[in-house]
């Protein structure tokens, strides 16, 4: 399978606890986001890599979370401190080029529950 | 700022009717792209269509088909003799020329009924 991959697919966790997420996105695409969907919402962007530099993070990343593309390849992001609030899908996507205007090619998710 | 809304929290059709899906968005900007993605019970988006803002040719694709006016801010989004594997949350989403992040609507709900 060449589509983009996330693991794991299902984390519950107890608050306070830390977690990591990693996505491996299609092995050409320079760019790599991250996305939060919470129930019955679309998708809110978090933040997204130009190969190996973030270049912009929304203001729903706050100070516990921090997300890392060391080579280019593959990303990590991590939730320090996890709150209840925390508890939602995390999806990233990949795309080919430089602009947004770029079809995102989306992984299935890494479904969080905070207890 | 820019918005996408999606008016249609939930649609039920009986299989083989036609649906329409609305989505209207807002941006200042004079240089778009807007998509629809399908988001099966799997969890998966998966990307259907991007038009961009000089482009308001409606397009067709087997059953679904796409009316894009830049005069009511619109994309909306047909499905016509809809089938069960329709069945679905669909999402409309904007991105800029000049920007690095899609906004997304929060998506219709449809469940096609046999």
């Known amino acids: 399978d060449t589509g983009v991959s996330q693991d794991p697919r299902h984390k519950i966790t107890k608050r306070g606890q830390n977690v990591t997420f990693r996505c491996d996105p299609i092995?050409?695409?320079?760019?790599l986001y991250w996305y939060r969907q919470t129930l019955g919402q679309g998708p809110e962007f978090l933040t997204y890599f130009q190969n190996e530099a973030q270049l912009e993070k929304s203001r729903l990343l706050s100070d516990r979370f921090s997300a890392e593309r060391p080579k280019g390849s593959f990303s990590t992001l991590e939730i320090q401190r996890t709150e209840q609030g925390d508890s939602a899908m995390y999806l990233c996507?990949?795309?080919?080029?430089?602009?947004?205007?770029?079809?995102?090619?989306f992984g299935p998710g890494t479904r969080l529950t905070v207890l | 700022a820019q918005k996408v809304t999606q008016a249609q929290t939930e649609i039920s059709v009986v299989e083989k009717e036609d649906v329409t899906l609305d989505c209207v968005y807002e941006t200042r900007d004079t240089t778009y792209y807007l998509f629809w993605y399908k988001q099966p019970p799997s969890g998966e988006l998966v990307f259907l269509i991007r038009r961009n803002s000089f482009d308001e040719q409606n397009e067709i694709s087997g059953r679904y088909s796409w009316n894009f006016q830049k005069s009511t801010s619109s994309f909306n989004f047909t499905i016509t003799a809809s089938q069960v594997v329709d069945s679905a949350v669909y999402f409309c989403?904007?991105?800029?020329?000049?920007?690095?992040?899609?906004?997304f609507g929060t998506g219709t709900s449809l469940t096609v009924i046999p």
């Open positions: 996507a990949s795309s080919l080029g430089s602009g947004s205007y770029n079809e995102q090619f």
């Open positions: 989403a904007l991105t800029l020329n000049t920007g690095n992040q899609f906004y």
């Open positions: 092995s050409e695409h320079n760019r």
